[in-house]
């Protein structure tokens, strides 16, 4: 009797098997890199919407019809923030070189800072209007015009404010710290080696020395003066003068009408629209690029703010 043979499908039946598995493993591999390339393409689009709402895209002013030009004055004025001499003569600049400009305003919320600062924005103001005679230059003030921020501001044709705004403080301080008593708690011994007799001039870490308080109050008054003809230059007979206004003291915006240290009550918007006449409005502030606005926005600055602020430990004169 014959031995069974094998069905004659056999073989078939293998090959079919082994090519159900290789095409199931292909079918796998192919949906794994479509899914990659999605999300490969998900990620690339999400860093374009990303980039896309960092960059400031601007308007043209060379084609843009009559406009109000409006620079920022934001923060403490000092040479290594926003609000520094150096990018408000810029965007001051573009603003008044800018053929289909009107008029200018300078928006400003600044508690005040660096009087060199403030100088400088002050000086290219009145650099601007000579060249620019017919193109007026306003401040309007919103939460605060303090000190340097008035220096400023003294500089615009007319000053507009909030009725709650605050503004003034027509003074200069120079602020620090005196560690001698702890030192001496501590038994801290301070070895200081000058070559000059005042070279230790207001050293944190030593007595006072009467000679050094006087001439700093020197160099205060001295200050406190220039920053006094600013104010008057700028204001002139409009100011109403009172013993208390270069003081230091600091008022709402109704008394700064009142007292002549503004002019009347304004927006930014009513200004262009009533007091300029070209409702439309264009910014000319110099803005952060890309990488300086990412780096912010992820914090990056914090440690050398950090830093800064620890190492720089010299007295200075403050508009504030």
């Excluded at 014959?2 to 499908?9: L, R």
């Excluded at 000092?78 to 009107?102: C, D, P, R, T």
């Excluded at 400023?152 to 605050?166: C, E, G, L």
């Excluded at 009550?265 to 006449?277: C, E, L, P, T």
Aim: charged fraction near 25%; include cysteine; glycine fraction near 10%.
């Amino acid at each position: 009797m014959d031995s069974p043979q094998p069905p004659n499908n056999a073989p078939n039946w293998e090959r079919q098997t082994l090519e159900k598995l290789a095409f199931a493993a292909l079918d796998e591999q192919r949906a794994r890199r479509r899914w990659g390339i999605f999300f490969k393409f998900l990620g690339f689009a999400y860093l374009i919407v990303i980039l896309f709402a960092l960059v400031d895209w601007g308007t043209d002013a060379e084609h843009m019809e009559s406009h109000t030009a409006l620079v920022n004055l934001n923060g403490v004025i000092q040479s290594k923030g926003e609000a520094n001499g150096e990018n408000l003569i810029a965007a001051l600049n573009s603003a008044f070189e800018a053929k289909n400009s009107v008029g200018v305003v300078l928006r400003i919320n600044s508690p005040g800072g660096s009087p060199v600062q403030a100088g400088i924005i002050f000086d290219e103001i009145r650099r601007l209007r000579g060249k620019y005679p017919d193109k007026m230059l306003y401040a309007v003030v919103e939460d605060m015009c303090a000190s340097g921020g008035y220096f400023v501001a003294a500089a615009a044709d007319k000053i507009y404010v909030n009725k709650a705004s605050i503004v003034g403080s027509i003074g200069v301080l120079m602020d620090g710290f005196g560690f001698t008593g702890t030192m001496d708690k501590l038994g801290v011994e301070r070895r200081l080696l000058t070559a000059g007799d005042n070279k230790g001039f207001l050293d944190p870490f030593s007595p006072q020395a009467p000679q050094h308080k006087e001439h700093a109050q020197v160099l205060l008054n001295d200050i406190h003066k220039q920053f006094i003809d600013v104010v008057k230059t700028g204001r002139g007979n409009r100011l109403k003068e009172t013993p208390e206004m270069f003081s230091g003291l600091m008022w709402t915006g109704v008394q700064s009408v009142e007292l002549g240290l503004a002019d009347d009550f304004g927006s930014v918007d009513s200004v262009a629209r009533d007091v300029i006449k070209a409702e439309k409005v264009l910014d000319y502030s110099v803005k952060d690029n890309i990488a300086e606005r990412f780096a912010k926005r992820l914090g990056a600055n914090t440690f050398a703010g950090f830093w800064s602020g620890f190492s720089e430990r010299a007295p200075g004169v403050l508009l504030q």
